[in-house]
């Protein structure tokens, strides 16, 4: 079976040698960041986390997010989704493994990481959230090997791998809510401290995260004779529909009582990021694009006719996805951090050793989501074939 | 099959990296001609806080363990096997004997090939970096 | 009716919701493993604290000579670029230090005027709630927010926790910066640090243990016209010189709605 992953035609190696040259490109500039220190980044004292933390944030929800085809799949026996399941659970897999480097990348010391495991905190949320995530890594890569060896041999999976999915759902969801508690707990930072943090957080991964398993299962309709099967897509493309409409409603909920409240530090972070906040407004234009996406890909996945359009899907989902990222993944971060505890507002934009990283982190994740799609979309073809 | 070449070649590609760090080091080794170095003892001291052969064996653990007694539970008197009491502290005890870092300590971690980061930080007697 | 900490709060409140022993005793763990020991509100033994006389620091010199001291005590890194600037004890604007007290009437010599900052040493440290390694934790003993270098692993999580903006994170090799006298020498045997470690005021916890005050108390007191801008001592003790301030003069601490106990003290 692994076998598939040393064969294939011309167009796989090319995408394999892509990912190589960019984890290399990553590689380099990471070794920059070692010997030198953070000071390589764009982050400072007063904007500690930058692009690093950002994106580990927004992939915590795209691994989450497979609890979206696992759920309806085992839990509600929806079939339609046989075939996209495994294709989430690889997805999950290589972004728990890409929130995990982006934590280590992120480390002012990174020979130290094992300090997490040998003196833990348990009253440190991201102690919490190594955990959770370990565990989500385990479970998804058991039951993904399991059920897709038992469907490789056209057999049933062994019954004990039914609970251990069961424990996959609400494990899914511990994994995005320990995230958003990592700063909704911070009484410093009155922008994350909010408990509909964790409820945005999930609702938002539930957009990004299917939206981008649509992509990828567009991908494989297009380039390969696996096709997960137009009514799964078609159904993905209502839960993103409903996940964004719940996002912008909690998104709603928090501007409302932050401005109708009026009250200055919950006012702050929203006037940085929207308007600009004594003459400081790098991120504004991102923030209106973002917005402006968000508005435009809801609109159209509301209707129908355009929803169920596979072509006119690819690029909504690829709007949805960017927005969420704007969203989770530029504001959300850096807003927290503006003003300072001490009112100085310091803007924040990554610098190049920074971006490479944040590229090179997400060749790997997509390397191995290459290498795991090729043996699915390999044995597929085959059983198809036979 | 066909494969046992490419099989062959991929698992000795795997275990002469897998191996890397100790004909690395082999190597290195072969730069000095292997004796070991003469380490300059301190003149007007007798023994140190616990005897010879266990420093020798012992001292990054015992270094380890000050550290935390002294930053972590403010602990900071060690009574030694034979009932003497010492700071625990490597500027102030430990190099109060040993005051030249580079003939005692450095010297021997040069021939072990070990680099402890202790004075990345750490400054000798009178604040030398 | 002895007021509960937060802590105990949600020690007790997680306990009972949750009906679970497996679930309740994995948060009384949380809370009594945590930083080697508990922190929370009167688990310590005895807890330092620090007056500042706002009006005595209004004198330059002063608040320049306590920072001074400070730097060559601790070797503190002098980097001016305020992305990478290190801090212990430094000063900021009264409007910036204390937010909640500031209205639009006050005239600009009171929102501007100089204020001396450092680490809280909180009762309830958020940092040391936050930091995943233990590397920042409450000193039973005498209730110092300790660091300890060797295991910091440089998350920053800390920071984003402090309210007060009281941590610096070393972003690169701090030692360029750090000061030496004409052989080369540093002005102190207190240890530079690594980049990738955050660093704070510690209360001068290696003077203390010679029974020596903090450096920048001692600054002040020697010098003519500052005796008393720094009052330091021990909560604990009913005929300490700070309790004896606190008893008697009207003082405030930032940001009390908070809960976090600042155990720096300002008249003003």
Known sequence: MLEAAFRGGKRYWILLGVWVVLILVGLFAWGRQFTEGLTVTGMSQ?????????????????????????L??????????????????GLAVSAVIMCMLFIFVDMGQPTRVTNVLLHPSLS??????????????VL???IGAVTFDAERKEGPPPAWIKPVIILSIPWAVSIHTVTAFLYSGLEARSFWMTAILAPRFLASAFASGPSLLILLALILRGFTKFDPGKEAIQKLAVIVTYALTVNVFFVGVEVFTALYSDMPHHVHAFQYLFVGLHGHDALVPWMWTGATLTVICLTLLLTPKVRNNLKLLGPICAGVIAA??????????????????????????PTGVEVAVTVGVYAIGFMMLTLIYKIVVNVRERMLAA | MGDKGKILFGLSVFVILVTFPFWSRLAAAGDSDGSRPELEYPADATACVEDTPYMTVNHMNLLNEWRDDLVRDGNPEYISSTGETYLKSLTKTCLDCHENRDDFCTSCHDYADVQPTCWECHTTKGGGA | MEKKSRRTFLKETAGAALGLSCGGSILTAACTTSGEGSHGEGSVESQWAMVIDTEKARNPAVREACMEACVREHNVPRIDDPAEKIDWIWEEEYQHVFPDQVHDHLPDSVKEAPVLVLCNHCTNPPCVRVCPTQATWKREEDGIVMM??????????????????????????????VDTDAQGNFHSEYPTRTRGVVEKCNFCAERLRDGLAPACVEAVNQLPGGEGALTFGDLSDPASEVNRILSSQRTITRRVALGTGPNVFYIV
């Not at chain 1, 959300?332 to 934009?349: E, K, Q, W």
């Open chain 1, 324 to 349: 969420i990222w704007i969203e989770k993944g530029v504001g959300m971060v850096v807003a927290g951090f503006v003003p300072n505890p001490l009112g100085r507002v310091t803007d924040y934009s």
């Open chain 1, 46 to 70: 007063d904007v500690t986390w930058g692009i690093y933390i950002a994106q580990f944030t927004f992939l915590v929800g795209v691994a989450a997010s497979a609890v979206m085809v696992v």
């Open chain 3, 148 to 177: 300890d270098m060797h295991r910091c692993i440089g998350c920053r999580y800390c920071m984003a926790a402090c309210p007060y903006g009281s941590r610096s994170f070393n972003w690169r090799d701090p030692r360029q910066f």
């Open chain 1, 124 to 137: 440190s949320m991201m102690f919490w959230d190594s955990v959770a995530l370990g565990g989500y890594l």
């Open chain 1, 140 to 142: 998804n890569l058991i």
């Open chain 1, 72 to 89: 309806p799949y085992y839990l509600h026996d929806y079939k339609a989704f046989g075939r996209m399941v495994i294709l989430g659970e």
